[in-house]
């Protein structure tokens, strides 16, 4: 079983336009990686955060280029992926 559960309890707003905010479930008590990857698998932010800073955290989007992108949060083995739109 996932101990965690689902970690990431919102990702708003979708679309996004000028930053996307992450809402993550208190529960969270390990360090975690947020990563934005362009559908073509590129990599274009990456952010390891301490678990006291794992209730919410915002992510500037200027300069992407408006279109589908995944957000990947990661926690130990556990990997949770999100779909969100640039506009």
Known sequence: ANRYGS???ALFPNPAEDF??????TQVK???TLRIVAMNGLTLYEQTNE????????????????GLYMLIVEMGANRIVKTFEKI
Do not use: T, W
């Not at 678990?51 to 408006?66: D, R, W």
């Open 7 to 9: 970690f990431v309890g």
């Open 20 to 25: 996307l905010s992450v809402r993550l479930n």
């Open 30 to 32: 390990d360090v975690f």
């Open 51 to 66: 678990p006291a800073e794992s209730c919410f955290a915002e992510i500037p989007l200027q300069g992407y280029a408006p």
